[in-house]
């Protein structure tokens, strides 16, 4: 065990927070460029201005739109949430209300029985409804 003792535990320790903190400080500039871009009421310069500001001084320019940003980014992040979920209970209100083959064959048996059509117009409605 000659490894483990050339590294002590705290060396581990110490690894694994710069590690797990150079994760955090990379999630946070994705975060704070997806913020960004995916805003609308700020220009095309200005977001440059911040890009370049976030490069050039990470830190300071990660924190200060941290800062200057944070409850607009939680409610920025809030309404495209609920407008994401808005657009899927659509979409499913949509699928569900289609017109099936069930719905179909229920109506064209309604018709057969109120002598709307005949026998043969009904079995043609259940074989295209079917197919």
């Avoid at 975060?31 to 500001?53: I, M, N, P, Q």
């Avoid at 808005?86 to 064209?108: E, K, M």
Wanted: net charge negative; proline share 2%; glycine share 4%.
């Amino acid at each position: 065990m000659v490894i483990a003792a050339d590294y002590p535990f705290l060396d581990i320790l110490w690894t694994m927070l710069v590690f797990f903190g150079w994760a955090i400080w990379f999630w946070l500039l994705i975060t704070v460029f997806a913020d960004l871009f995916r805003r609308h009421d700020v220009s095309g310069w200005a977001k440059a201005a911040w890009t370049l500001f976030v490069i050039v001084l990470p830190f300071l320019g990660v924190f200060i739109y941290l800062i200057a940003q944070g409850s607009h980014m939680a409610e920025r992040t809030a309404s495209d949430a609920r407008a994401r979920q808005t657009d899927f209970d659509a979409y499913v209100r949509n699928v569900a209300a289609s017109d099936g083959p069930t719905d179909q064959i229920a109506r064209a048996k309604k018709l057969l029985d109120d002598g709307a059509i005949d026998r043969t117009e009904y079995e043609q409605i259940k074989q295209r409804a079917l197919a």
